[in-house]
């Protein structure tokens, strides 16, 4: 494996610097195994896209980690139902499983899963199928569902056992009752259920469109619950199941430690969202309130130092407070990410935006930039060219220049005077945080 993770590294890094990809492979190598990821595959994606989703995981166990797969096998049971012409019926989103119906359930699940085992394995990818065994249920309502389960306990002993020797166990949402009996069970149930009994560090949730989408179809990069469930909730785009998806999301999130994050994206954009600070898709997490001060007599200024130095690596210089006049300060909660906005000729600058080193990854800071870009419609801020999150200025600015050790970007300038001013400044500006020491010679 010491081998391979440099090569992987290598091959990773169109996506995002070498450096913020090994920093994700060092945090969740030392994540327990089998807490580092549940993955839920929808049956459109084993159905469309099982090529891209084989490569993806094979990529995990190349780098040492192994994920727990869970699917469904929605479309594939809707085809075959409609080729026995056995009618389907659904009650409040829910597939009404009678026995005659329940032996189809059971076969197309099944096959659905060796088809991926069997998919992984052509791969020389360790793959374990898992069928049954899992989910212990009862019966949620004979007369309304027919035989529909609702998860009571999840049974671990068989994928530990196969994380254990690097196998990844790929498990379809069947379940039993105490009493032998088979059930349906809904498949975002089945994964909400083994997310709170696993409690991994990521849950990723894998669909065709890659994200969740807005109202104008667009996908929605990243959601803090704390800042922004209750405005989604009130939009009227989101609706019907869409909206039954985010509740569900909410109430999973805020039953797991605020660490944990769940990620919605397509299986060929999974490594992207893993191993870089931009991800792909929707990355949803609970969240830290944001406040926003203008002043720094309202920031406790040891944490916010120690903030700095966790981020960059280095402590703010001695005078930073005294010549620096805030414009606006946003701080998160616990002061694990901040922005720092000052004015100069005019034009607002950021000269801070930092995030705690054990917080990078979890959207800490993509949240903090939403709630400041909505309030600061024009920008400009400078960074070091070899600086990781660069990928993510460029991604967020209307422009960028190269002068000397710095890129100058900006958003929402109206014209070249502006852009010039900005550079001027940029080029000019005394440095805030302690320089490291020259190498001798």
Same mark, same amino acid.
């Given at each position: 494996?010491?081998?391979?993770?440099?090569?992987?590294?290598?091959?990773?890094?169109?996506?995002?610097?070498?450096?913020?990809?090994?920093? *994700?492979?060092?945090?969740?190598?030392?994540?327990?195994?089998?807490?580092?990821?549940?993955?839920?595959?929808?049956?459109?994606?084993?159905?469309?896209?099982?090529?891209?989703?084989?490569?993806?995981? =094979?990529?995990?166990?190349?780098?040492?980690?192994?994920?727990?797969?869970?699917?469904?096998?929605?479309?594939?049971?809707?085809?075959?139902?409609?080729?026995?012409?056995?009618?389907?019926?659904?009650?409040?989103?829910?597939?009404?499983?009678?026995?005659?119906?329940?032996?189809?359930?059971?076969?197309?699940?099944?096959?659905?899963?060796?088809?991926?085992?069997?998919?992984?394995?052509?791969?020389?990818?360790?793959?374990?199928? !898992?069928?049954?065994?899992?989910?212990?249920?009862?019966?949620?309502? @004979?007369?309304?569902?027919?035989?529909?389960?609702?998860?009571?306990?999840?049974?671990?002993?068989?994928?530990? $056992?196969? !994380?254990?020797? +690097?196998?990844?166990?790929?498990?379809?949402?069947?379940?039993?009752?105490?009493? +032998?009996?088979?059930?349906?069970?809904?498949?975002?149930?089945?994964?909400?259920?083994?997310?709170?009994?696993?409690?991994?560090?990521?849950?990723?949730?894998?669909?065709?469109?890659?994200?969740?989408?807005?109202?104008?179809?667009? !996908?929605?990069? #990243?959601?803090?619950?704390?800042?922004?469930?209750?405005?989604?909730?009130?939009?009227?785009?989101?609706?019907?199941?869409?909206?039954?998806?985010?509740?569900?999301?909410?109430?999973?999130?805020?039953?797991?430690?605020?660490?944990?994050?769940?990620?919605?994206? #397509?299986?060929?954009?999974? $490594?992207?969202?893993?191993?870089?600070?931009?991800?792909? +898709?929707?990355?949803?997490?609970?969240?830290?309130?944001?406040?926003?001060?203008?002043?720094?007599?309202?920031?406790?200024?040891? @944490?916010?130092?120690?903030?700095?130095?966790?981020?960059?690596?280095?402590?703010?210089?001695?005078? *930073?407070?005294?010549?620096?006049?805030?414009?606006?300060?946003?701080?998160?909660?616990?002061?694990?990410?901040?922005?720092?906005?000052?004015?100069?000729?005019?034009?607002? *600058?950021?000269?801070?935006?930092?995030?705690?080193?054990? $917080?990078?990854?979890?959207?800490?800071?993509? =949240?903090?930039?939403?709630?400041?870009?909505?309030?600061?419609?024009?920008?400009?801020?400078?960074?070091?060219?070899?600086?990781?999150?660069?990928?993510? *200025?460029?991604?967020?600015?209307?422009?960028?220049?190269?002068?000397?050790?710095?890129?100058?970007?900006?958003?929402?300038?109206?014209?070249?005077?502006?852009?010039?001013?900005?550079?001027?400044?940029?080029?000019?500006?005394?440095?805030?945080?302690?320089?490291?020491?020259?190498? =001798?010679?």
């Amino acid at each position: 494996m010491n081998d391979v993770r440099p090569t992987i590294v290598r091959l990773l890094s169109n996506l995002g610097s070498a450096r913020e990809i090994q920093l *994700y492979l060092d945090r969740f190598s030392q994540v327990d195994a089998v807490r580092f990821a549940v993955v839920k595959v929808g049956g459109a994606v084993l159905r469309d896209q099982l090529g891209p989703l084989v490569s993806s995981l =094979a990529f995990l166990q190349q780098v040492g980690l192994t994920p727990i797969v869970l699917h469904g096998a929605g479309p594939q049971l809707d085809e075959e139902m409609a080729a026995a012409g056995i009618h389907k019926e659904t009650v409040d989103g829910l597939r009404v499983t009678t026995p005659e119906s329940l032996a189809l359930v059971r076969r197309v699940l099944q096959l659905q899963n060796l088809r991926l085992v069997e998919a992984l394995q052509a791969e020389t990818i360790r793959a374990t199928s !898992i069928p049954t065994g899992v989910f212990e249920c009862e019966i949620l309502d @004979r007369e309304i569902y027919g035989l529909v389960g609702k998860v009571v306990r999840v049974h671990t002993s068989g994928m530990r $056992a196969a !994380i254990d020797v +690097g196998s990844i166990p790929v498990i379809a949402s069947l379940g039993e009752t105490a009493e +032998g009996q088979i059930v349906n069970v809904n498949a975002d149930w089945a994964a909400n259920e083994l997310v709170k009994r696993i409690q991994p560090y990521k849950i990723i949730f894998l669909t065709g469109t890659g994200g969740l989408l807005d109202g104008k179809g667009r !996908i929605i990069d #990243s959601i803090s619950l704390v800042t922004d469930y209750e405005r989604l909730m009130a939009e009227p785009w989101l609706h019907s199941g869409m909206r039954l998806k985010m509740e569900q999301i909410h109430d999973l999130l805020m039953e797991l430690p605020p660490a944990s994050s769940l990620s919605i994206t #397509s299986p060929d954009e999974m $490594a992207k969202e893993l191993f870089t600070h931009r991800g792909s +898709g929707t990355l949803v997490r609970r969240g830290e309130r944001i406040r926003s001060v203008g002043s720094w007599d309202d920031v406790d200024l040891g @944490r916010f130092s120690a903030l700095v130095a966790s981020s960059f690596g280095r402590p703010l210089v001695d005078d *930073y407070f005294q010549r620096t006049t805030p414009l606006r300060i946003y701080l998160s909660e616990h002061y694990r990410a901040a922005v720092v906005l000052t004015e100069v000729g005019g034009l607002v *600058y950021m000269d801070k935006f930092v995030v705690a080193e054990e $917080a990078k990854g979890e959207g800490l800071g993509r =949240a903090m930039w939403k709630v400041m870009r909505a309030e600061t419609p024009q920008l400009f801020w400078r960074s070091r060219r070899d600086n990781a999150v660069n990928e993510f *200025y460029f991604a967020h600015a209307h422009g960028a220049v190269k002068t000397g050790p710095w890129s100058v970007f900006w958003y929402g300038f109206s014209g070249w005077d502006d852009v010039q001013a900005a550079v001027a400044h940029a080029e000019t500006r005394r440095v805030s945080l302690v320089e490291t020491a020259a190498p =001798a010679v």
